[in-house]
């Protein structure tokens, strides 16, 4: 329980930072692409493990899964930029390519598709010490550079043409940001499986962008609701036999509903936003007066 609420406490932290850069490129879906990309390498894992006689078998199943999801999203952000096929038929030849592969090189080494479930969907319960220093690593790694190259990783995610303009390596910090998923992808692995880690990296920051304007806010909010959903997902699996990613996705759509609900009511109590308070005002803003008929009349 202590290492599955250490994996909890980093992935519901670092998801949502590199979740934020992706909802404001409007690549949403990419997590859900790598991530099947990702079940490809758990299985060319799994296959070599075997090979190499290792035991378990799964012990190359992360390592794999990093390098095979690093690989995809570098693939995918060159399809996006210089290839002829479009975002989301790329992202759709991800999803399909990736199943496929996955099932079919588990096969090969010995395996079943059972064998992909707890990567699928899945199992922080079985999370081990080596697990645990990988995702510290990575989480770290996500943090330094999703918190460390914000304001231009923003500025590329934002416009890119005044990224450009302003003399950034768009390139190089467009592959960070994969890079970045990639990792995110791998890392939430154990914590919600592949099928659902996207929803991880995604519903929080909708949830944030409910109750905040600001990108930085935004980031802080999304980490924030992303670790407590992960606690009060795993707490919950911890008195009831339910599944740990399912139960964390739930919640933090739960969460998602009640901040959409709420957000009416703190919009009208909100004061009136003057974008220049600095400036006086030098126009005086009176009610148009009542007319009838094409007329002014009293009101």
């Not at 004061?271 to 007066?289: L, S």
Request: hydrophobic share 60%; glycine share 12%; with cysteine.
């Amino acid at each position: 329980m202590r290492r599955a609420l250490l994996a909890a406490l980093l992935v519901g932290a670092a998801a949502p930072v590199v979740g934020t850069y992706l909802v404001q490129r409007r690549l949403s879906l990419l997590g859900d692409g790598i991530g099947h990309v990702a079940l490809t390498g758990v299985a060319l894992g799994w296959l070599v493990g075997a090979a190499m006689g290792l035991a378990p078998n799964d012990a190359l199943a992360i390592p794999g899964a990093v390098v095979a999801a690093v690989v995809g999203s570098v693939l995918i952000e060159v399809v996006r930029r210089r290839g002829r096929t479009s975002g989301d038929l790329a992202l759709a030849l991800m999803f399909y390519g990736g199943i496929a592969g996955g099932v079919l090189l588990i096969g090969i080494a010995g395996g079943s598709s059972g064998s992909l479930m707890s990567y699928l969907f899945g199992s922080i319960s079985t999370v081990t010490t080596g697990d645990l220093v990988t995702t510290v690593v990575l989480c770290a790694v996500i943090l330094a550079v999703g918190v460390g190259l914000r304001p231009a990783l923003f500025a590329v995610s934002h416009d890119e043409e005044f990224a450009v303009a302003a003399g950034l390596p768009v390139w190089l910090l467009n592959m960070a940001v994969a890079v970045l998923a990639a990792l995110t992808v791998t890392v939430s692995m154990r914590v919600v499986g592949l099928l659902l880690v996207s929803a991880l990296m995604i519903v929080p920051v909708a949830v944030a962008q409910q109750l905040t304007h600001a990108f930085r806010r935004t980031m802080a909010v999304a980490a924030a609701v992303g670790v407590v959903v992960c606690v009060a997902g795993l707490t919950i699996t911890y008195w009831n036999n339910v599944s740990p990613g399912a139960t964390i996705v739930v919640l933090a759509i739960g969460v998602y509903v009640l901040a959409a609900a709420a957000r009416p009511l703190l919009a009208r109590r909100a004061p009136a936003h003057d974008p220049h308070p600095d400036i006086p005002d030098d126009v005086a803003v009176t009610p148009a007066p009542a007319v009838a008929g094409g007329k002014e009349c009293e009101p």
